[in-house]
């Protein structure tokens, strides 16, 4: 290669420091000062002359796309843990928080915090090494996270290069992704048209941006970022949050919108306001103010929970909430049987998304509520939570509303329906009922699960009505010749396809647990699981006496994961996916075997929740373990306290009432704290 003259390579260089000057001014301080005409001249230039001499800065424009696609992500480890945050609901709480951290730095002064926006988008640390963007990583489970470097780097607002005199020699910034509420509506609008499925949400839509393999689909979305963190550090030291948030902007770094300094409780109740009278202002979706202490000295004093810090929480805004007509109401069937009423509504916009379907929760409920085809209904819609519908306005019923009365079979098979004791939910019994095997497919694929890129719902009953597939194992049979024969696939897609089945095959222990359906076990139980047991063989010669025996499994869910196992059927299954290929990792498998099996804590104050509650089931049962108390699925003469949400379990309350148990409601479990639950 011949050696670059001096003079090219300068220009280049400048080059690369106008552009990216004009950059930051376009894309983070949304104030061009040249025209995209001259811009696009500008870039033109400097991509002819990196081609012509084979000269390309790591900092360049140019750099941001155009990366071969990937054939799967690289998982990595955070030097530092990305922590998740605990959440308040009410201005009681912000005071019960401020009085703790009082408390834990023994001070009667008053504590200053700064108060931000929460985004709802996906977080994602950088790592800048000696002034150099090197690497970009998902949150993923606050340790390990998947490399997406190729994909962050197509976000202008992002800092290929810090353009200050002394950068540190090391720095890990945290922030969140996301995307505009108009971006992703035109992005759901193109993707509708294309015959593809719709993202439920903004913040659906960035994380499936970002995770895609090719980095120009991703440099197709408007995505944006706001950074308020940092990880590792190494070569700079920053004094208080304002600190950190001066220097990200000197950086040339967003940060989040509207950040007040607060001093005491008043004034953080008074900056969480204001913040949220803007929320609908806002041109990105917003769910709540997060509360931090402003200085890092007393932040390292206060330290962490197991996945909390202890010097920061997130003050969460009540759902939204629209009101619209209710149409009509089917039965849902689900993976494990159960039946549920779904009310199907006239289409209507919440928190950024189209809802055109709402859960009733359950058959008694209607019949309570008297809800009728017909009734105009309020509709409530929270981050991930599925839309609900929380009130009937009878006011404005005029007599043309019918009531609704389920039937006794199966709307997918037509067998009949039993409804067990203690359950809510009708439950139809057919091992061979489509709909439970099109559920357990979908459950089988989700990202939460197997993660099959391109295998949304839609597609799966495709699969399934065309007789391709009849059960989760079929899908590591099925030939690209097959797929195109269907309707909506092309080469490239059925290809595509057949490629995300191939990659789904290297997974985690965890997400293959979960991926089957279990009963009873969802993500957080099957993560356990892969804590107490290195293989899935192990899991599979697990007793139900020996499940018991781990803390926060109960009898309830230890007889389901034993039921399954003990199934022939299930276990063929097993080793077909094995036989055909299965790699199963398990970074969660930590214990030793001593405290796998103990029996230590076994006296822990037990809880069984009910209801339904302001967010999603998981998180308040994340809250009583943060306490040091366990979750069990059934009211037993051992169980401390019944937790009783909206909508409640009548056959748990009765029981609870029988057995002397007591039941609080969800506001007084987040008044619980660890040193009260210790002193029962």
């Given amino acids: 290669m011949a050696k670059i003259p001096n003079k090219t390579k300068q220009e280049i260089e400048c080059l690369v420091r106008i552009l990216n000057h004009h950059c930051y001014f376009y894309y983070v301080k949304d104030s061009p000062i040249i025209s995209d005409e001259e811009y696009d001249q500008l870039y033109k230039k400097l991509k002819d002359l990196e081609e012509q001499h084979n000269f390309i800065l790591p900092d360049s424009p140019t750099q941001r796309v155009g990366a071969p696609p990937l054939e799967k992500f690289v998982r990595i480890k955070h030097k530092e843990p990305m922590l998740s945050l605990g959440n308040v609901f009410s201005k009681d709480e912000v005071r019960l928080f401020n009085k703790r951290t009082k408390k834990a730095l023994k001070t009667k002064e008053n504590i200053t915090y700064t108060v931000e926006p929460k985004y709802d988008g996906l977080a994602i640390e950088l790592t800048y090494k000696d002034g150099f963007l090197v690497k970009a990583s998902t949150r993923g489970d606050g340790n390990y996270g998947e490399d997406v470097t190729q994909n962050i780097k197509t976000i202008n607002e992002i800092p290929l290069k810090l353009e200050i005199e002394y950068p540190p020699e090391e720095i890990d910034i945290r922030g969140e992704v996301y995307m505009d509420i108009k971006e992703f509506e035109s992005l759901n609008k193109k993707r509708e048209e294309e015959g593809e499925d719709k993202f439920a949400n903004p913040r659906n839509a960035t994380a499936g941006s970002i995770r895609q393999l090719d980095s120009s689909i991703t440099a197709k979305r408007k995505l944006h970022i706001a950074c308020y963190g940092i990880g590792a550090v190494k070569g700079i030291t920053f004094k208080t949050q304002c600190d950190l948030f001066k220097w990200l902007r000197t950086s040339r770094f967003p940060t989040p ?372 108390g366990r979750n069990v699925g059934s009211i037993s003469k051992s169980t401390d306290y019944l937790v009783v949400g909206e909508n409640p379990g009548p056959s748990k309350l009765n029981k609870a009432k029988k057995l002397g148990i007591k039941t609080i409601s969800y506001n007084e479990l987040m008044k619980l704290t660890k040193d009260e639950l210790n002193t029962k």
């Avoid at 009531?403 to 039993?418: D, E, K, N, T, V």
């Avoid at 939910?425 to 989700?446: M, P, R, V």
Wanted: neutral net charge.
């Fill in 257 to 628: 919108q509207g950040a007040k300094l607060a001093k005491g409780t008043k004034e953080v109740n008074k900056a969480i306001n204001e913040i949220q009278s803007l929320r609908n202002e806002l041109p990105f979706e917003v769910d709540g103010a997060v509360i931090k202490v402003n200085d890092f000295s007393l932040q390292k004093q206060l330290g962490v929970k197991t996945r909390e810090p202890h010097w920061a929480t997130a003050f969460k805004f009540p759902a939204k909430r629209k009101t619209t007509k209710l149409i009509n109401i089917e039965a849902s069937v689900g993976r494990q049987g159960a039946i549920t009423p779904v009310a199907n509504l006239e289409p209507v916009e919440i928190a950024g998304a189209t809802v055109s379907n709402a859960s009733l929760h359950n058959w008694d409920e209607i019949q309570r509520k008297d809800i009728r085809i017909g009734d105009t209904v309020e509709v409530e819609r929270a981050g991930d939570v599925i839309p609900h519908v929380i009130a009937i306005i009878t006011e404005k019923r005029n007599g043309s509303e019918t009531p609704y009365y389920y039937s006794q079979r199966c709307p997918a098979c037509g067998s009949l329906i039993i409804r067990e004791e203690d359950e809510v939910a009708f439950k139809c019994i057919n091992i061979n009922c489509n709909a439970q095997a099109i559920e357990k497919i979908k459950n089988f694929a989700s990202k939460a699960a197997m993660d099959i890129e391109g295998l949304g719902e839609k597609n799966v009953e495709l699969l399934y009505s065309s007789g391709l597939i009849n059960h989760f194992v079929d899908l590591y049979t099925l030939k690209k010749e097959d797929i195109l024969k269907l309707p909506r696939f092309a080469k490239k897609s059925a290809q595509n396809l057949i490629n995300a089945i191939e990659n789904s095959k290297t997974t985690t222990l965890y997400k293959f647990i979960y991926s089957l359906g279990i009963k009873d076990v969802g993500e957080y139980a099957a993560r356990l699981l892969a804590k107490h047991y290195e293989t899935i063989n192990d899991l599979c010669k697990a007793t139900e006496r020996e499940l018991k025996k781990i803390e926060q499994v109960g009898d309830k869910v230890a007889s389901s994961i034993s039921s399954f196992f003990s199934n022939q059927d299930n276990i063929e299954a097993i080793n077909s996916i094995i036989n055909l290929g299965l790699k199963l990792q398990n970074p969660d498998f930590t214990l030793p075997a001593k405290e796998r099996t103990s029996e230590l804590l076994s006296d822990r104050i037990s809880f069984v929740v009910t209801g339904t509650f302001p967010e999603d089931r998981k998180i308040v049962k994340n809250y009583i373990e943060s306490l040091g």
